[in-house]
């Protein structure tokens, strides 16, 4: 199977705190230069529903939204755009969308990857919703300090773009330790689960990945690779191509 894979475009509403917004004309180009063959996957945190108002997003990205609806396009759901779990939010968006919160083709896995980062997952995650609540508040009279905030922030607690090496290992560790792997997974159209399988795995073979902003990729076994695709809109790669 032949996908064509980004992450963490973090489109938001055409304000001077969008970063995206300057880049979605050559986004644009690159996602409409994909042969018609590939299916199109985003690994979450695509609309910045945390950071944006949803209704404004849609409205400053209409053109990206519109090719992406003629396409084979899965989303997966990341950190910044969690609320994408609820129909409220979908039903404003393509009805040929697929949403899932992690995916597995041919034994491989994709997700966001904020799994692994404990300010966005477990008992800690609180701290970070109450750090992009802040964010927010002075994103709307200071955009550029926001954007310097955030970077002291991550790099005082090593969360998102800033996460250290840990965030990699623990990746790696998910999938080495997995075994002999029985996972139910759901796939979401309008509101509906539309596909329920459980899926027995005698290995993940490799872990794609985003969350951090930064592309990386690791053989940590033979033939078993980590793979981070980083972002698009903070200097990753623009579309990674893979066959699977």
Same mark, same amino acid.
């Given at each position: 199977?032949?996908?064509?894979?980004?992450?963490?475009?973090?489109?938001?509403?055409?304000?001077?705190?969008?970063?995206?917004?300057?880049?979605?004309?050559?986004?644009?180009?690159?996602?409409?230069?994909?042969?018609?063959?590939?299916?199109?996957?985003?690994?979450?945190?695509?609309?910045?529903?945390?950071?944006?108002?949803?209704?404004?997003?849609?409205?400053?990205?209409?053109?990206?939204?519109?090719?992406?609806?003629?396409?084979?396009?899965?989303?997966?759901?990341?950190?910044?755009?969690?609320?994408?779990?609820?129909?409220?939010?979908?039903?404003?968006?393509?009805?040929?969308?697929?949403?899932?919160?992690?995916?597995?083709?041919?034994?491989? @896995?994709? !997700?966001?990857?904020? #799994? *692994?980062?404990?300010?966005?997952?477990? %008992?800690?995650?609180?701290?970070?919703?109450?750090? $992009?609540?802040?964010?927010?508040?002075?994103?709307?009279?200071?955009?550029?300090?926001?954007?310097?905030?955030?970077?002291?922030?991550?790099?005082?607690?090593?969360?998102?773009?800033?996460?250290?090496?840990?965030f990699e290992q623990l990746a790696i560790n998910h999938i080495?330790?997995?075994?002999? @792997?029985? !996972?139910?997974?759901? #796939? *979401?159209?309008?509101?509906?689960?539309? %596909?329920?399988?459980?899926?027995?795995?005698?290995? $993940?073979?490799?872990?794609?990945?985003?969350?951090?902003?930064?592309?990386?990729?690791?053989?940590?076994e033979k033939n078993r690779f980590y793979i981070n695709v980083?972002?698009?809109?903070?200097?990753?790669?623009?579309?990674?191509?893979?066959?699977?």
């Open positions: 199977m032949k996908l064509a894979i980004f992450s963490d475009l973090h489109m938001g509403d055409g304000s001077k705190r969008d970063d995206f917004i300057a880049k979605s004309n050559i986004f644009l180009s690159e996602l409409n230069s994909i042969p018609v063959e590939y299916k199109i996957i985003s690994l979450g945190d695509m609309l910045d529903i945390a950071r944006f108002d949803f209704e404004s997003i849609i409205s400053a990205n209409d053109r990206v939204i519109q090719a992406l609806s003629e396409r084979d396009f899965i989303y997966i759901i990341g950190n910044h755009d969690i609320d994408l779990n609820s129909n409220h939010y979908r039903r404003k968006l393509p009805s040929n969308w697929i949403y899932a919160n992690q995916l597995f083709i041919n034994n491989n @896995l994709f !997700m966001h990857g904020h #799994l *692994f980062d404990p300010f966005c997952s477990g %008992k800690f995650a609180w701290i970070g919703w109450q750090a $992009i609540k802040l964010s927010n508040w002075i994103g709307k009279w200071f955009p550029r300090l926001e954007d310097k905030l955030a970077v002291w922030g991550g790099r005082l607690v090593g969360t998102g773009r800033n996460s250290s090496d840990k080495r330790n997995s075994g002999c @792997l029985s !996972m139910k997974e759901q #796939l *979401f159209m309008d509101g509906i689960i539309t %596909k329920c399988v459980i899926l027995k795995l005698s290995k $993940i073979q490799s872990i794609f990945c985003g969350h951090t902003h930064r592309a990386k990729k690791i053989e940590f980083g972002s698009w809109t903070y200097g990753g790669d623009p579309i990674l191509k893979v066959e699977v």
